[in-house]
């Protein structure tokens, strides 16, 4: 009987070569080393981490350990493609997939509402974000003073924004926001709650920010997704005959890139200064501090082929302290300089930067960049 687990333990491994369990059933990291006896999948250590948490639901184990014939049987019988098929049933298009890069918020109510809540096998428990209207209160960060008080928002596909209010009775909201423009992305460390949303829109051109979150998870994703579903909506009728697979990637957007860099004015003589910049596809937005309410300013970076250049360090006649690793974006209007502190920061700008300037440009791109040409 001694050997017994050591010929489980290879079956294990045939199981596991099998198409679809070449993956995490829950991220899509590759060669998952945990599985969950209970739910017959196999998944990522992180992933197996959050499977912990739902412990009347799923019982895991590590790969390596020692396994018995039953068990294997069992995940043999079982696996990610069974898995999905079963807890992927009706998986709405607009709703968002986590990755294993993606914030634990985003990752742990994935794997609840496949396994926990069954979301995706009963359509009914997706009228939350399914329904096209939404309301309910928000903590959101007061524009000025940091604090956050709790906002009634109301998210309305037939308005076509989402809208918030400054006091309870209020008849008109505090600001509208066009779902046209709008943008979600989980900031947990930036805001400082594992909730935190952000939420960006445009007005008048300029991009604004609010900072929200909901004290439950369940709660806050779904506001997320209700907002992804309106985005989709949107699109749908903006661009007919557009497949999801067009649609979808252009819901929400994660940002590029995000830190802080120093920066100088237009003449170069200003002295540099330092700023929390994001690089929000080729919005290049800079604030004085990460959780301001609107950019001080913007860089448009437009493609090589439109005369948009970056290169490491400054020119040689760049006057005034600033940060060792330095950064020349080249536009066709002025060249603009930047500072990072370390060189791993400006290997990862410049990479961001390259990757907009390396894209051709699409038709509507032209009219942002018009807009930033004429701008003071
Ligand atoms: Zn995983």
Known sequence: MATEPEGSNRLL????????????????????????????????????????????????????????????????????????????????????????????????????????RNEFEFIEKQEPYSAGYREGFLWKRGRDNGQFLSRKFILS??????????????????????????????????????CGLQITYLKDNSTRNIFVYHSDAKETVDWFNAIRAARFHYLQVAF????????????????????????????????????????????????????????RGEVFIGSKENSYTVLPGLPPTTQGYHWPHGITIVTPDRKFLFACETEAEQRDWIASFQRVINRPMRPQEYAVEAHFKHKP
């Open 13 to 116: 491994q045939d199981v596991l070569a099998r198409p679809g369990n070449d993956a995490c059933a829950d991220c899509g990291n590759p060669e998952p080393d945990w599985a969950s006896l209970t739910l017959g999948v196999f998944v990522c250590q992180a992933c197996s981490l959050l499977h912990r948490s739902i412990p009347h639901i799923s019982r895991v184990k590590p790969l390596q350990e020692s396994w018995e014939a039953s068990e294997v049987e069992l995940m043999s019988s079982a696996g990610n493609r069974a898995a999905r098929v079963k807890y992927e049933q009706k998986v709405p298009p607009f709703y968002y997939r986590p990755t294993h890069t993606d914030c634990k918020l985003l990752r742990e109510q994935w794997i609840r509402a496949r396994y926990e």
């Open 157 to 194: 596909e037939r308005e076509g924004a989402l809208k918030y209010f400054n006091k309870q009775d209020a008849r008109d909201p505090k600001a509208v926001m066009k779902i046209e423009t709008l943008n979600a992305t989980f900031q947990p460390a930036k805001i400082g709650n594992p």
């Open 240 to 295: 007919p005959g557009a497949s999801d697979e067009e649609l979808v990637p252009k819901l929400t957007r994660n940002f590029m890139k995000e830190g802080f860099m120093e920066k100088t004015g237009p003449k170069h003589t200003e002295g540099f200064k330092k700023r929390w910049f994001t690089m929000d596809d080729r919005r290049l937005m800079y604030f004085k501090d990460p959780l301001d309410a609107y950019a």
